[in-house]
Structures are given as C-alpha cells and as structure tokens.
C-alpha cells in the first residue's frame, strides 16, 4: 500500500514562496506518474502540476505556469513543489497524487492527506 505525506505548507504573503514535499512509502514509485492536486474552499479539487510516469514529461494548470515548479527525487521515493509569485487565489490544500499510469488522464490511486496553503493580500 501506497502512502504520501506531504509537507511545507503555511500562510505566506502574495509575492512570496513556498515549497511543498510529498514523501512515499510502501513501494517505489520511480515509475509512477506523480502530480499535485489543490482544492479551494467552495470549489471543486483541481489539477495544478504533474510528472509523467516515465517522469520525461510535465504539465502544469494554465493558472501556475510559469510561477510553480515540479521535481521529483527517485532516490529517496519524493516529490516536490515550488511555488514563486504566490496569489491569493493560490489559497487552497494541496494534495500530493500518484498513479501507475497517469494523475492526468485519470483520477489519481493513490492520495495524501493535504496540506493548507494561504496566501495573505
């Protein structure tokens, strides 16, 4: 069984950064596509980044291009989450996703608990 653990979210002022982790246990997930998931309040959750499985390839949502970066780190079984020029609109719990096949092209197995992000005006 998969577990995520994500880490490193906080309340920050629009402008600044932040960046979240997301540790793996239970299998290596070198293989697994990865990504990163957000949900506002009052909103339905929203794709925000992702790896493909073979980790060549990375999208991001129109909304963060530019501002966040995805990487990952097979050695120690983690993925992480830049995020520069942070919004308001960027507030949201930021969920870290992994699947054998794709977190894009379908809804992800495997999910972490989440961690809040706030991002003061």
């Known amino acids: 069984q998969v577990q995520l653990v994500e880490s490193g979210g906080g309340l920050v002022q629009a402008g600044g950064s932040l960046r979240l982790s997301c540790a793996a246990s239970?299998?290596?997930?070198?293989?697994?596509?990865m990504g990163w998931f957000r949900q506002a309040p009052g909103k339905a959750r929203e794709f925000v980044a992702a790896?493909?499985?073979?980790?060549?390839?990375?999208s991001y949502a129109d909304s963060v291009k530019g501002r966040f970066t995805i990487s990952r780190d097979n050695a120690v079984n983690t993925e992480s989450l830049q995020m520069n020029s942070l919004k308001p609109e960027d507030t949201a719990v930021y969920y870290c996703?992994?699947?054998?096949?794709?977190?894009?092209?379908?809804?992800?197995?495997?999910w972490g608990q989440g961690t809040q992000v706030t991002v003061s005006s």
């Open positions: 996703a992994a699947d054998p096949i794709s977190v894009v092209s379908r809804t992800p197995t495997y």
């Open positions: 239970g299998r290596t997930l070198s293989r697994y596509s």
């Open positions: 790896f493909s499985g073979t980790g060549a390839r990375t």
